[in-house]
């Protein structure tokens, strides 16, 4: 069963515009999200990640929101970038001190227009 | 410079074979993964190891076997039992007990063929 899921698969904007990616879970024992990003037939890069004792981490253009009450995640970019254009994987851990393994969303494939 | 190295990029596989995806890390991490990308699919976890000569089953581990002899090497091996194994293979190493930084890093993939 998909314990995190990613509901849209793909999400067109505009360059200099925001883009919202969304990101829900049903586990509430996770306690580490990360957002990576992916171009195909390559591997995913780190991004951007939060702790759950946390309800909002940024990095430049990037910011990561955390609801826990809502068990929902989402990634804001702005403005948006024609590079930025790829597929976006949000991932959860239940066990940030032992290094246990990711729980990876389906993703979004984001196209950012000129 | 560190990094993690899968290889080969591209692997053909006729059916009935078992073939070996290498991959190799010089991060000093414990940890290391293998995932299975499938089109609208994400990432599965196929099988981790946390320290030499251990390693535990994912989601998605029939049809699949490793070794982890090294700690900078993380085999995957998929046998002739795996249905379908036409998919595009990820090894990932990690410091245990530290998803802080980085999280994971990611070899840059291996896509098998079966024809």
């Known amino acids: 069963d998909q314990q995190v899921k990613q509901n849209s698969p793909s999400l067109s904007v505009q360059e200099g515009r925001i883009s919202i990616l969304n990101c829900d879970y049903t586990?509430?024992?996770?306690?580490?999200f990360l957002w990576y990003k992916k171009y195909p037939a390559e591997g995913p890069t780190f991004l951007i990640s939060?702790?759950?004792?946390?309800d909002k981490n940024e990095d430049g253009r990037f910011t990561v929101f955390l609801n826990k009450s809502a068990k929902h995640l989402s990634l804001h970019i702005v403005p948006s970038q024609p590079g930025d254009s790829a597929v976006y994987f949000c991932a959860a851990s239940a066990d940030s001190n032992s290094g246990y393994a990711l729980n990876f969303g389906k993703g979004t494939s984001l196209l950012v227009t000129p | 410079d560190g990094g993690i190295t899968q290889s080969p990029k591209y692997l053909f596989r006729k059916e009935g074979q078992n073939v070996t995806l290498s991959c190799e890390q010089n991060l000093n991490h414990d940890a290391m993964y293998w995932y299975r990308q499938d089109p609208g699919q994400g990432l599965r976890l196929i099988y981790y190891?946390?320290?030499?000569?251990?390693?535990q089953k994912g989601d998605i581990a029939e049809g699949y076997s490793v070794s982890r002899e090294k700690k900078e090497s993380f085999p995957l091996t998929v046998t002739s039992a795996q249905k379908n194994p036409t998919a595009f293979y990820l090894c990932a190493s990690s410091i245990v007990g530290d998803l802080s930084n980085y999280g994971y890093t990611f070899g840059s993939g291996t896509r098998l063929t079966v024809v």
């Open positions: 586990n509430s024992m996770f306690d580490y």
């Open positions: 939060i702790s759950s004792i946390k």
């Open positions: 190891s946390q320290i030499v000569n251990d390693f």
